[in-house]
C-alpha cells in the first residue's frame, strides 16, 4: 500500500437537486455537482454564477458614508486642495493606489500617493508619514487597503484639522477611528450586500462612485489586486474577476506587458493563475525588500522604456526575494526540528533576530504547508526590542480572533482568519506561544491533518476535452471557488518515470479498461519508487490540457495518490542489495530463514526489525502487523513461510530470496542417479566420501553438494552407514521409497519453492501468496513514505 499526503473527503450532492439544477439551466450534470457543492443550487443563483460577466456592480452608494467620502473628495479637488493615497505595500495596495490614484488625476485632482516601508514604518497608518503629509500641505488624506485600525493616527489627524477617509476591507477591531468616512464592506453599521472584497474592491467602488460610470479601463488592476490578496472569488468579486481578466488580456498598460515578458507569459493568454504565480508575486516583491512606490510606478506610466526597466528591476527583486525565503525556510525549518517538534506545539511561534520581515509570510505560508500547524513568524529587532512578523493559519483555528485574545501584548495586528500581521515587544513572544498552544489545546488531532476535499469521482473514460472546457465555466478559480479536484479510483499504470533534473517529479500515464489519461504529480517523484507494477492507484488532481506540437490532449496534475491494497516488490536477482535496500521503509519486518544469510544482511538492516526464522513455530510466532515485510532467503520447508505469512498481511513485500549458491537448489537428483549411486557403493562396499567425494563428483559430472545429498538419504532410510567420512553398505536392507526420507522431502520442497517463487514471474509470484494467504481486498491506511 501507499498512503495519500492528506485526508481525502469526497463531497456529496444530492442527484434529484443536481438533476433539477442541470436541466433548468441546460448544463451538464457534473457541471451542476459542482454548483450545488459550493453552494449555489438555485437555477438564479447559478445563472449568476456561470454568467458573472454578464452581471453588474453594486451600487457603491449602498456603501455606509460613501456618500460622505465623494462629496468631501468633490470639494477638494474643486478648491484645489491637495490629496494623498495612503496605500500598502503588497499587491493589494499598490493596485489600490493605481485605481484610486487615476481617478482622482481624471477628474482633476491634485493627488499624489505614499506608501510606507516595510522596514521603518510597517503596515498601516503611522503617525510620522500622517505629520509629514500635513506639513506638506495635504488636506485629505484617503487610505486604501488599509486604516481600519490606525485609532490613534487618525485621532492624530483629528488635531491636525486634516480629514482622513479609510477605505479597507480588514476585519474592524472593537474601536472604530475617527474619520471623516470609513468605506468598508464588513463595516459594523454597514447594509453593503457583498462583504469580502479586497482593498483594490473597495478602492474601485469609491472610484466608481467619483466618476459617476464603472471604470471598466481599471478592472485589469482590481482582478490583479483581488486574485493576489486571496479573497474569495463568489459573488461580486467574481464578477470584477471576470470582467477583470477579460480587460486584462486587451490591457495596453505597458507595465503589465513588461512584467509579464520577463515573467514569460503573453498577456493575450492571461488567467488567474497568470495573476498568482506571474505578476502577484513580483508587485509584492518590490515592497518585501524595499520601498513599493516602483510597482505603482510601473502600473501608472504609460512610457514603454519606462516600463521596461521598472520592470527588469522587479524582476531582479523577486528572484533575490526568493533566495532569501529560501534561506530564512531552512533556517526556521532547523529550529522547529530541534525546539518544537513535541506534540504540544500545536502552533509555532518562531522568532530571530535578522530575518528579512518582508518575507515572513511567505516562510509561514511554507511552514504551514510542511508542518500543517498555524505558525507565526517574527523578526526581532534588537535595537528597539520589538518583534514584528506574519502568521499563515489552518483550518479550524482562526487566526485573528486567536490574537484578538491577546490583545494586551499585541499593541498593533490586523488580518483575516487565515492571515495576520503583528507588531508585539519581543521579551512578549514567548508569553504570545504559550497562549496560542493553550488557546489550540481545544482543537481536534484530526485538524491537524491536512484534508483534501475532492469535488467528483470520474472515470478515465469522461476525461476528454470537452468535459475539461465545462469545467472552465466554473473559472476563475481561487479562494472558496478551488479549480476543481476530480478523483480517478483503481486505475491501473501503463507507464511511470521520475522527471526533472532532481527526479522529484512523476510523468504517469492511468488507464481503465481501454482508456488511458497522461498526468503529471509535481514533487511527487518519491512515490515511483513505492508504486508496485501491478499496483491499482487512487489518484486526484485537476484536470486541464496539454498543448504540444499542435495537437491537444487531456492531463491530470495529481495532487496527491494512494494505493490501497498490499503491494509485491521484486528484488530477486539483484546482486547489490544497497540498490533496493534504501528504498525499504524504516518501519519494514526483515526476516531471513537461515544463519548465513541473517548475518550477510545484519548490517544493511541494522535500522530495521531483523528476525531469524529457523522453524514453523517460530513464523507463527512473528507478528507482521501490516508493516513492510522484506523476504531475504527461502526457508527449506513451505509451511514455514505460510505459517509467516498468514499472522497478518504486510502492507509490502519485498522478494529477495537470496541463497550463495543458487545452483544448490536447481533439480533433485533423478532415481537413474540413485541408483547408479547405490550400484557404485555396493561394488566398493566402503567409500571415503570424505576423501574421495570430490574425484567421483568430477567424474560424474555432478556437484560434492549432490553426492552429500544422496548420501544423506541413503542414511535416512538405513541403506548405509557412515564412520568417519566412510560410507558402507548395510548387510540387511528393507525396500523403502526415496520420498521417507526426510532430506529428500524438504529437498523436494526447496526444489518446488524455488521453481514457484526463485523463478517464476512477477504475476505468479503475486498469486502465490495470495492464493496461500489471502491477502486480497484494501488495508488500514498506513504511512509509509512521506
Not at 28 to 39: C, D, E, H, T, V
Not at 194 to 215: I, M, N, T
Not at 417 to 426: D, E, F, I, Y
Not at 759 to 769: E, G, I, N, V
Request: hydrophobic fraction near 40%; charge should be negative; proline fraction near 4%.
Amino acid at each position: 500500500m501507499l498512503t495519500s499526503k492528506t485526508r481525502w473527503n469526497v463531497k456529496e450532492t444530492s442527484g434529484e437537486q443536481s438533476k433539477r439544477l442541470a436541466e433548468a439551466l441546460n448544463i451538464p450534470l457534473f457541471i451542476a455537482n459542482l454548483l450545488i457543492q459550493r453552494g449555489i443550487a438555485e437555477p438564479d443563483a447559478a445563472s449568476d454564477f456561470l454568467y458573472a460577466d454578464k452581471k453588474e456592480v453594486h451600487d457603491p452608494f449602498l456603501m455606509k458614508d460613501m456618500d460622505k467620502a465623494v462629496d468631501r473628495i468633490k470639494r477638494a479637488i474643486s478648491e484645489q486642495e491637495m490629496i494623498l493615497v495612503y496605500g500598502d505595500y503588497d499587491a493589494d495596495g499598490v493596485t489600490s493606489t493605481s485605481v484610486l490614484l487615476t481617478a482622482l488625476r481624471e477628474l482633476g485632482a491634485e493627488a499624489e500617493f505614499y506608501i510606507p516601508n516595510r522596514f521603518t514604518e510597517g503596515y498601516g497608518p503611522n503617525e510620522g508619514a500622517f505629520r509629514d503629509a500635513v506639513a506638506q500641505g495635504f488636506s485629505l488624506i484617503i487610505t486604501v487597503d488599509n486604516g481600519i485600525s490606525g485609532v490613534h493616527e487618525a485621532q492624530v489627524l483629528k488635531e491636525l484639522n486634516t480629514d482622513l477617509i479609510i477605505t479597507d476591507h480588514h476585519e474592524p477591531g472593537p474601536e472604530l477611528p475617527e474619520a471623516l468616512a470609513i468605506i468598508h464592506p464588513n463595516h459594523p453599521e454597514s447594509n453593503y450586500p457583498f462583504k469580502e472584497l479586497a482593498g483594490v474592491g473597495v478602492a474601485f467602488k469609491l472610484a466608481h462612485a467619483l466618476l459617476g460610470r464603472v471604470p471598466d479601463e481599471l478592472l485589469d488592476l482590481v482582478a490583479i489586486g483581488t486574485i493576489a490578496d486571496l479573497v474569495p472569488l463568489h459573488g461580486e468579486n467574481r464578477i470584477l474577476v471576470k470582467k477583470g481578466l477579460k480587460q486584462l488580456r486587451a490591457t495596453r498598460r505597458p507595465g503589465i506587458h513588461a512584467i509579464l515578458k520577463k515573467a514569460g507569459s503573453n498577456v493575450s493568454e492571461a488567467d488567474e493563475e497568470t495573476v498568482g504565480f506571474a505578476i502577484g508575486p513580483r508587485l509584492n516583491a518590490v515592497g518585501r525588500l524595499s520601498d513599493a512606490d516602483p510597482a505603482v510606478d510601473l502600473l501608472m506610466t504609460e512610457d514603454t522604456g519606462e516600463a521596461e526597466g521598472i520592470a527588469a528591476e522587479i524582476d531582479r527583486l523577486n528572484k533575490e526575494r526568493q533566495s532569501i525565503v529560501a534561506e530564512i525556510t531552512k533556517e526556521a525549518t532547523e529550529i522547529v526540528e530541534e525546539h518544537y517538534r513535541s506534540e504540544g506545539n500545536r502552533v509555532l511561534v518562531l522568532a530571530k533576530a535578522g530575518w528579512n520581515p518582508g518575507v515572513v509570510g511567505i516562510v509561514a505560508s511554507k511552514l504551514v504547508e510542511k508542518y500543517y500547524r498555524p505558525v507565526i513568524i517574527l523578526c526581532i529587532d534588537e535595537d528597539s526590542g520589538k518583534a514584528k512578523g506574519s502568521a499563515r493559519s489552518i483550518e479550524g483555528f482562526n487566526m485573528f480572533q486567536e490574537l484578538s485574545k491577546n490583545r494586551e501584548i499585541l499593541p498593533h495586528f490586523g488580518g483575516h482568519p487565515m492571515a495576520a500581521g503583528m507588531t508585539l515587544s519581543a521579551e512578549h513572544v514567548d508569553l504570545l506561544r504559550e497562549n496560542l498552544n493553550r488557546q489550540a489545546e481545544s482543537m481536534r488531532d484530526e485538524d491537524f491533518i491536512p484534508v483534501t476535499h475532492i469535488d467528483v469521482p470520474i472515470k478515465i473514460e469522461d476525461t476528454d476535452l470537452k468535459a475539461i472546457e465545462q469545467l472552465n465555466m466554473l473559472s476563475p478559480f481561487g479562494m472558496k471557488n478551488a479549480k476543481p479536484k476530480v478523483l480517478v479510483e483503481q486505475a491501473a499504470i501503463s507507464s511511470i518515470r521520475k522527471i526533472g533534473a532532481n527526479q522529484n517529479h512523476l510523468k504517469v500515464t492511468l488507464k481503465q479498461d481501454d482508456y488511458s489519461l497522461d498526468a503529471i504529480a509535481f514533487q511527487l517523484g518519491e512515490a515511483a519508487d513505492h508504486i508496485s507494477p501491478l499496483a491499482s492507484i487512487d489518484v486526484i488532481g485537476e484536470l486541464s490540457v496539454n498543448e504540444w506540437n499542435n495537437t491537444r490532449k487531456p492531463q491530470l496534475f495529481i495532487k496527491d495518490l494512494r494505493v490501497k491494497e498490499w503491494q509485491l516488490f521484486d528484488v530477486r536477482g539483484i546482486t547489490q542489495p544497497a540498490r533496493w535496500v534504501s528504498l525499504v521503509p524504516e518501519n519494514a519486518v526483515a526476516v531471513s530463514f537461515k544463519k548465513g544469510t541473517y548475518d550477510r544482511f545484519c548490517d544493511l538492516f541494522s535500522g530495521h526489525e531483523l528476525h531469524l526464522i529457523e522453524d514453523h513455530e517460530q513464523a507463527k510466532q512473528t507478528d507482521l502487523m501490516q508493516r513492510p515485510l522484506v523476504l531475504l532467503d527461502l526457508p527449506e520447508e513451505e509451511r514455514v513461510l505460510v505459517n509467516l505469512i498468514n499472522n497478518e498481511r504486510p502492507s509490502r513485500l519485498y522478494a529477495h530470496f537470496y541463497h550463495e549458491d543458487p545452483q544448490f537448489f536447481s533439480a533433485v537428483p533423478g532415481r537413474d542417479q540413485f541408483a547408479w549411486f547405490f550400484a557404485f557403493l555396493k561394488k566398493r562396499g566402503t567409500f571415503n566420501l570424505k576423501n574421495q567425494g570430490q574425484a567421483l563428483a568430477s567424474h560424474r559430472g555432478w556437484s560434492i553438494d549432490t553426492i552429500n545429498f544422496m548420501t544423506k538419504v541413503f542414511f535416512e532410510l538405513d541403506f548405509v552407514t557412515i564412520n568417519d567420512g566412510f560410507v558402507s553398505i548395510n548387510e540387511h536392507i528393507q525396500k523403502r521409497d526415496l520420498t521417507e526420507s526426510p532430506a529428500y522431502q524438504r529437498k523436494t520442497q526447496s526444489v518446488k519453492m524455488e521453481q514457484e517463487l526463485l523463478y517464476s514471474s512477477f504475476h505468479d509470484l503475486k498469486r502465490w501468496f495470495e492464493e496461500r494467504s489471502g491477502w486480497t481486498g484494501q488495508l488500514e491506511e498506513e504511512k509509509v513514505w512521506i
